[in-house]
Nanobody, 121 residues
Framework: QVQLSESGGGAVQAGGSLRLSCAAS????????MGWFRQATGGQRELVAV???????NYADSVKGRFTISRDNAENTVYLQMNSLKPEDTAVYYC???????????????WGQGTQVTVSS
């Protein structure tokens, strides 16, 4: 009923920038939060950044000052601007949305398919 579509991953050298986008579509009543997680090879999925419906944001310590999350509420889209990329940022990045498709139900988590980000030294 709800789909998250990501774009913007790729390969970049250390110090470079990338911008990820994620659009939510389908039956959406409201969006509680949207954010980004990442999972490196052999590692666990970890929070990168999240934006709540009230406008507050939260970042992993490892990306503070380098990454910026933003939302276009009218388009149900979330962005992640990644600057000063480091090799340790290499991972598959997943979009996450906590979305209500009915006013009568609680929000549930939806995930995108993931997009690869590779940073070379």
């Amino acid at each position: 009923q709800v789909q998250l579509s990501e774009s913007g991953g790729g390969a970049v050298q250390a110090g470079g920038s990338l911008r990820l986008s994620c659009a939510a579509s389908g039956r959406i009543f409201s969006i509680n939060s949207m954010g980004w997680f990442r999972q490196a090879t052999g590692g666990q999925r970890e929070l990168v950044a999240v934006s709540s419906s009230g406008g507050s944001t939260n970042y992993a310590d490892s990306v503070k000052g380098r990454f910026t999350i933003s939302r276009d509420n009218a388009e149900n889209t979330v962005y992640l601007q990644m600057n000063s990329l480091k090799p340790e940022d290499t991972a598959v990045y997943y979009c996450n949305g906590n979305i209500k498709y009915s006013r009568y139900l609680s929000g549930r988590d939806y995930w995108g398919q993931g997009t690869q980000v590779t940073v070379s030294s």
